[in-house]
C-alpha cells in the first residue's frame, strides 16, 4: 500500500524553526517529483516547495524563498523541509504529495496524485 506521511509539525514562537520530513512506504521516493504544500484556514491550497526525483532541481514560493530549503534523504527514503525564521503566516496544514510524471517547473497541485494526510504547523508568541 502507498503512503505518504508527514511529520515534524507543531508550534513554534515567531523567528523559530522546525524540520519537516515526508516519509514514502511502498515506494522509493526518488521515483517521484515531491511537493510540499500548504493551507491556511479560508485559503486555497498553496505550492511551498517541490524538489525532481533526482533531487537537482527546486521550486520555492515567493513568500519562503531564502528561509525554507527542500532536500532528498535517499538512506531514510523521506524529503526534508527545513524552516528557517518562521512567521505567523507560515502558519498553516503542510502537506506532501508525490508527482510521477516529469518534473515541470512552478508544480501544479493538479500534477500531484498522491497526498499524505497533512501535518499542523503553527507560528505563534
Known amino acids: 500500500q502507498l503512503q505518504l506521511v508527514e511529520s515534524g509539525g507543531g508550534l513554534v514562537q515567531p523567528g523559530g524553526s522546525l524540520r519537516l520530513s515526508c516519509a514514502a512506504f511502498?515506494?522509493?521516493?526518488?521515483?517521484?517529483?515531491i511537493g510540499w504544500f500548504r493551507q491556511a484556514p479560508g485559503e486555497e491550497r498553496e505550492l511551498v516547495s517541490c524538489i525532481s526525483k533526482a533531487g537537482d532541481t527546486t521550486d520555492y514560493a515567493h513568500s519562503v524563498k531564502d528561509r525554507f530549503s527542500i532536500s532528498r534523504d535517499s538512506a531514510t527514503n523521506t524529503v526534508n523541509l527545513e524552516m528557517n525564521s518562521l512567521k505567523p503566516e507560515d502558519t498553516a496544514v503542510y502537506y506532501c504529495?508525490?508527482?510521477?510524471?516529469?518534473?515541470?517547473?512552478?508544480?501544479?497541485?493538479?500534477?500531484?496524485?498522491?497526498w499524505g494526510q497533512g501535518i499542523q504547523v503553527t507560528v505563534s508568541s
Open positions: 504529495a508525490a508527482d510521477w510524471g516529469p518534473y515541470t517547473p512552478g508544480c501544479s497541485a493538479v500534477l500531484f496524485t498522491y
Open positions: 511502498g515506494f522509493r521516493l526518488n521515483s517521484v517529483n
